[in-house]
């Protein structure tokens, strides 16, 4: 099941509505002195190809936009820890500015859920008398918010609120909150009173908690489907969130200032940045198109111009990665966005010669810019990471082939721009096939023919919020122990076989393994080295040499649970996770974050520090499959 859309018309807020927001809190904030400390849950297990480069040396942009918005309000005592680069912080021990926080909040991703809990769980061991107001976010809280509550009375802690949206609901709050704090009141008790009377359910995009007796949620309120910002250029300025980093250590405390602005680039070299937001594909195991509510967003040319500016001139950053879905997907607009970064010359010197930029598009949109793949280089794009995910398109159709796949790889190739296809390895492929082009290797064959400069393959996996997620559980595809090992979140992230029906599932984990290694090894290395320079400079023999390293990671880390899927027992799910606390929207019908729910049985019985609650699921689960962005 897909996240719900808003009524018709009503899935963007009224223009102008965010910068408003801005506005009033800035006045706000004069007359609070608020200290907020944000965390990003990073889950270590997860390092491995093909993220093991940028999962820890770019600062996320979600983290940073939520310290830019607090930031742009007036509250500049905000502080970002990357558990990427802070593996040893201690919620508990935190304190900034001499100061407990007012608020803690936590950034996560699906498959980070076990620290982002863990994080909840020692921020509420904090004195109540001190304990900040505890808030997640992010992509997990969007998708899944009712995972991060908890069902067990042992361990009750659970965060105060879960924001389901971007920076406009999570400004909302804070404005509902801020008017009705009075003097220093603690942010969690004046959360308590915004609650109790009402207020917040005028906040589309939260979920909270009504807690029962023993500490544990009784029923979670769902406030709604966020409205989305249409015109991107009302975000606050992404420079904010970089002044506000923890120095990366070993410490489980706060250091006394944030990371200095000339030494951001030495841990986060390449910079995200949101430039677009949207697909016009509607491929079934994606959640994005429904996320957006069929809308595609966009900042204009000359805001990703200054951003990119500014964000050189002051922190030096030169690589930049556009969180793009597909930036290619309004023909006019991205044209309009290359145009205007080839020509733009702010502070005196081309944009186009100082910083490079990569982002995500699919192989139709980039055949239909093939005119302008020059100019697109001139802009400073370097690399399009493209999901190919099969080139026989027996996956999946999005007007990709064989024969469309070699011809956009060429023409990038031959604009300076470097192809790094995405694939997606699924049951019915084989790892060979004799005489067809249907076989993974056969596929990376003809990738690397073409001029792939690196390789992702995943193999489909569950994802929360696409069409697909109900049936994969109803189907029996989606393993819950095997040996008795339990298939943890972090394992969600597609380099782990966790949902087959093929008969021998290791066979799988073996054939992704097989994969990289035909793509990245030693003799590629060689004779890449070897040949004439092409127009890509150096950049394959580099992304091998980080593909051969990280393969390593990859043996080390899933070599084990193939033995586990090859010699012991599989035990499957046959019900989509689904809340285990009844949830409800405000006006008491079907929430609309818990989409699993057609019938259920409420049966309260707190399993054991498990996520969820005892009801039981019977209908209309939903399953997902989504292992590509
Ligand atoms: C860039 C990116 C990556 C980069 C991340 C690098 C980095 N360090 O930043 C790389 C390539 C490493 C990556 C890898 C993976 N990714 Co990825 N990635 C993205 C992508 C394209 C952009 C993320 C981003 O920066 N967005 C821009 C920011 C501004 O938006 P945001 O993160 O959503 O944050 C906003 C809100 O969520 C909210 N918010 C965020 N944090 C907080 C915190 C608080 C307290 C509050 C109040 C609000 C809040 O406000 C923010 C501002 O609007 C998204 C898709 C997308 N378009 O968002 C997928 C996405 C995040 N990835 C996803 C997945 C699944 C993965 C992988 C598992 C691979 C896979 N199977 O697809 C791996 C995991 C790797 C790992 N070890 O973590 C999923 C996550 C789904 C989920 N349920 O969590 C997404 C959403 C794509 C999808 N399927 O829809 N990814
Ligand atoms: S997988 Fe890619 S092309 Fe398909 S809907 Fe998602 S973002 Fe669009």
């Known amino acids: 099941m897909e996240l719900p859309r808003r009524t018709r018309g009503d899935e963007l807020l009224k223009p102008g509505e965010l910068t408003a927001t801005r506005l009033r809190l800035r006045k706000l904030a004069k007359k609070h002195d608020l200290v907020t400390v944000i965390a990003c849950a990073f889950d270590h297990r997860t390092r491995m190809l093909p993220f093991i480069y940028a999962d820890t040396r770019m600062a996320p942009a979600g983290i940073r936009a939520i ?16 558990q990427q680069w802070n593996r ?30 863990a994080m909840v769980r020692d921020a ?30 042992a361990q009750p802690a659970s965060p105060d609120v879960v924001v389901t949206g971007e920076e406009y609901v999570f400004l909302s ?11 220093n009141e603690s942010m969690r008790s004046a959360f308590a009173r915004a609650r109790d009377s009402g207020a917040l359910d005028e906040v589309p995009g939260l979920v909270y908690p009504l807690n029962g007796r023993n500490g544990v949620a009784e029923e979670l309120v769902d406030t709604g489907i966020q409205p989305l910002v249409g015109d991107l250029d009302e975000l606050p300025h992404p ?14 405390t706060l250091g006394t200032h944030a990371l200095p602005a000339d030494r951001v680039r030495k841990y986060s070299p390449i910079s995200s940045i949101v430039m677009t937001f949207g697909c016009k594909f509607n491929c079934p195991y994606c959640p994005i198109p429904a996320y957006n509510q069929r809308q595609f967003r966009t900042k204009s040319p000359e805001r990703i111009a200054d951003e990119m500016h500014r964000l050189n001139k002051e922190y030096g950053h030169r690589y930049f990665f556009g969180t793009d879905d597909n930036f290619f997907n309004d023909h006019t607009r991205a044209l309009d966005i290359i145009e205007t970064l080839a020509r733009a010359e702010p502070g005196g010197s081309r944009l186009g010669r100082r910083v490079r930029w990569g982002t995500e598009a699919t192989i139709h949109d980039t055949l239909k810019m093939k005119d302008h793949l020059d100019l697109a280089h001139e ?31 060429r023409r990038l190739r031959t604009a300076g721009i470097c192809p790094m296809p995405m694939m997606m390895h699924h049951d019915a492929q084989p790892l060979y096939t004799r005489g067809s082009d249907y076989g993974l290797l ?44 339990r298939v943890d979140p972090y394992m969600h992230d597609g380099n782990y076989i966790i949902a087959s029906h093929h008969k021998h599932p290791w066979m799988k984990q073996l054939n992704l393994m097989a994969a990289y290694l035909y793509f990245y090894n030693v003799g590629s290395l060689l004779a890449l080295l070897l ?99």
């Open 124 to 153: 509420s061991r904090i004195d109540p008398k001190h304990r900040p107001l505890i808030i997640v976010g992010g992509s997990h809280g969007v998708y899944e918010p009712f995972k991060v509550f908890s069902t067990d009375p």
């Open 67 to 82: 310290g830019s918005a607090l930031a742009d309000a007036g509250f500049e005592k905000t502080r970002l820890v990357l």
């Open 173 to 183: 709050l804070l404005e509902v909150l801020l008017t009705v704090r009075a003097g």
């Open 88 to 117: 040893n912080f201690r919620p508990s021990r935190m304190q900034l500015d001499g100061r407990v926080p007012d608020m803690f909040m936590v950034s996560s991703m699906g498959m980070h859920e076990a620290p982002c809990r």
């Open 442 to 485: 056969n596929q990376i064959r003809l990738l690397k023919k073409a001029g792939a400069v690196s390789l992702q393959v995943l193999m489909l996996v569950p994802s929360p919020g696409t069409k697909l997620y109900n049936g994969t559980y109803t189907s029996g595809q989606v393993f819950d122990r095997v040996g008795g090992r």
């Open 379 to 409: 802009a400073g794009c370097r690399a399009l990471w493209i999901g190919v995910e099969d080139m026989t398109a027996t996956l999946i159709k999005k007007g990709q082939s064989v024969d469309k796949t070699t011809e956009a790889f």
């Open 239 to 252: 420079i904010l969130g970089y002044r506000l980093l923890e120095p990366p250590g070993r410490r489980a």
């Open 531 to 629: 040949r004439k320079k092409t127009n890509v400079g150096d950049k394959p023999a580099s992304m091998q040499l980080i593909g051969i390293i990280g393969l390593g990671h990859n043996i080390y880390r899933t070599f084990g649970w193939a033995c586990r899927l090859m010699f012991r027992k599989i035990e499957r799910l046959h019900e989509q996770p689904a809340s285990l606390i009844p949830m409800r929207s405000i006006g008491g019908s079907q929430a609309d974050h818990d989409l699993a729910v057609i019938s259920l049985t409420v049966e309260r019985s707190a399993p054991n520090g498990q996520t969820g609650n005892g009801s039981k699921r019977t209908a209309g689960q939903r399953v997902e499959h989504a292992a590509s962005h």
